[in-house]
């Protein structure tokens, strides 16, 4: 497993030990262990270019992934999950209005991506899958902070 960390932000001090531990842990949990990904931490308006340039969608957002298993030259190297961008700003707005730390507003988000990767979606998609995927999101959330109940 390898994980690549990057904070390009200057806001929020990012703890990369625990984002790494995070991470490790959902790899664990999603059996990934020999996979590889890339986190990087940015703010508004970074994220901001990215969702336009990439999706084409002019505003900022709290997570966009970018998978490398997708598209024609997805099985090139099928250990590489790929990007997880996380823009701080938004997950600092989101966290507050969710009545959650920014820890465990940046971990839902880093399950959020992963799901992605893994080919999970809630947009452009049935609403049975979107239900999938919010129910595994809340499922991992609750694993990796050892709650039983509900929390998002």
Request: proline share 1%; charged share 35%; aromatic share 6%.
């Amino acid at each position: 497993m390898k994980i690549q960390i990057k904070n390009k932000q200057t806001k929020v001090k990012v703890e990369k030990r625990r984002i790494r531990k995070t991470v490790s842990r959902l790899f664990e949990i999603l059996c990934c262990q020999d996979k590889e990904i890339s986190v990087f931490f940015t703010d508004d308006d970074h994220i901001k270019k990215l969702n336009n340039d990439y999706l084409g969608r002019n505003k900022s957002t709290n997570v966009l992934s970018f998978s490398l298993q997708e598209g024609e030259y997805g099985e090139i190297n099928p250990h590489i999950m790929g990007d997880i961008v996380i823009s701080v700003d938004t997950a600092k707005k989101d966290a507050s209005k969710g009545h959650l730390t920014l820890e465990q507003e940046i971990d839902f988000l880093l399950i959020h991506g992963m799901l992605h990767l893994l080919g999970y979606n809630h947009e452009d998609t049935s609403r049975k899958q979107a239900r999938e995927m919010r129910k595994k999101e809340r499922e991992l959330f609750n694993i990796i902070h050892c709650r039983h109940k509900r929390l998002i």
